[in-house]
């Protein structure tokens, strides 16, 4: 299904459209409006946009901009620039919740008591570990040996905790979302409109969500870096030619033969093709 890719990618971001259209009406006329340090309004809006859309666009993003023939290098700068600005985001959302929560002064109801509130922290914790640790690991990969340990198995941890928080965000979220509808809206249970715009707007990030995560995790829409690094060496351009033309031998420098002749040889560095067929 290599040709399904930019249809699921322009649908997600319908979805996406959808999910931030509704969230906006429905915080705006449904649960409140946009008060800063009042329950609901900005802390919704922050947290969806951050762990929501952002860590969505985020996680597909090497697959969007590979096809796009950018860099390897501009493409890991972008996703790490797209995580800051979440992070960001972040913090401006958790301390709206804290000062609308704050200003409730409801007697007896103390903080962070709710599954939401729960799975929230847990996910932000989550989140800037793996931020710290990716940081550290891709800000160090150039300087790593070939076969460290950790070019095999890092990688693949990294992408993993990726999906995994993706999924706790919608849940956070969700659960958020919830919440907000069965306290801020008196008749939620009569399946009124307000209700039923908050809902449209919970199935719209289940949407995106699932629609990401079908575009991550297929193995045929993974990035090739090959395609968007730079070949530096004759080696390099050996393991290129190897991959798109697996039946095609590339010999460097040293290995090419005395028995090459001038009309298959450009110099002492340059390169020579014998099929493995004989041919």
């Given at each position: ?153 890092y990688p693949q941890v990294h992408v993993f905790f990726g999906i995994f928080m993706f999924s706790l965000s ?110």
């Amino acid at each position: 299904m290599p040709s399904l890719f930019w249809p699921l990618v322009v649908l997600s971001q319908l979805f996406a459209g959808a999910m931030l259209v509704t969230m906006v009406i429905w915080l705006q006329h449904h649960v409140g409006g946009f008060v800063w340090g009042a329950p609901g309004g900005y802390h919704p809006l922050l947290l969806t946009l951050s762990l929501v859309f952002l860590f969505g666009e985020a996680l597909i993003s090497f697959r969007v901009l590979s096809r796009c023939r950018l860099p390897y290098l501009a493409q890991k700068a972008i996703h790490a620039s797209v995580h800051t600005v979440i992070i960001i985001l972040l913090i401006a959302g958790l301390r709206a919740a804290a000062l609308a929560k704050d200003a409730q002064e409801i007697h007896g109801v103390v903080h962070n008591h709710s599954l939401h509130s729960w799975l929230g922290y847990f996910t932000v914790i989550l989140f800037c570990l793996q931020f710290v640790a990716g940081c550290a690991y891709y800000g160090a990969e150039r300087f790593l040996r070939q076969d460290h340990p950790l070019r095999a198995h890092y990688p693949q941890v990294h992408v993993f905790f990726g999906i995994f928080m993706f999924s706790l965000s919608l849940a956070s979220c969700l659960t958020g979302l919830n919440e907000l509808s069965i306290y801020k809206i008196a008749e939620y249970s009569s399946g009124v409109a307000s209700g039923n715009i908050g809902n449209i707007y919970g199935m719209s990030m289940v949407l995106f969500g699932g629609s990401i995560a079908f575009i991550v995790t297929r193995s045929e829409y993974k990035t090739d870096k090959t395609s968007t690094q730079n070949i530096d060496s004759p080696q390099q351009c050996q393991a290129a030619y190897h991959d798109a033309l697996p039946n095609v031998h590339v010999m460097v420098g040293d290995d090419i033969t005395d028995d090459v002749t001038d009309d298959v040889m450009d110099g002492g560095d340059g390169l020579r093709m014998q099929s493995k067929d004989g041919v």
